[in-house]
Nanobody, 125 residues
């Protein structure tokens, strides 16, 4: 069984940066596709970024391209989301996800079996 625990969220001002971490336990995540999703109040969960376990290829939502970077540290069994130039519209609960059945950087939340509990990111204007 895989457990994912996010951390690093908080309250920041527009233009600031945050780095989210997602630590895995129970299994090694090195052969799992990993992604970040977010959900704002009253909205559906949306894709943010994903990384392929095999090729390391990264995929980003258009809204975060150039500002956010997904990375992984297999030795620490952790995936990160570096968020720069934050905007108020980035305010949401951020979730990490992982799945061993896919190798691609999938933007489809139904592709992922394992999810963390989420961490709140609030960006004030």
């Amino acid at each position: 069984q895989v457990q994912l625990v996010e951390s690093g969220g908080g309250l920041v001002q527009a233009g600031d940066s945050l780095r989210l971490s997602c630590a895995g336990s129970g299994r090694t995540l090195s052969t799992y596709a990993k992604g970040w999703f977010r959900q704002a109040p009253g909205k559906e969960r949306e894709f943010v970024a994903a990384i392929s376990w095999s090729s390391g290829r990264r995929s980003y939502a258009d809204s975060v391209k150039g500002r956010f970077t997904i990375s992984r540290d297999n030795a620490k069994n952790t995936v990160y989301l570096q968020m720069n130039s934050l905007k108020p519209e980035d305010t949401a609960v951020y979730y990490c996800a992982a799945d061993p059945r896919i190798s691609a950087a999938s933007d489809d939340p139904t592709s992922y079996e394992y999810w963390g509990q989420g961490t709140q990111v609030t960006v004030s204007s």
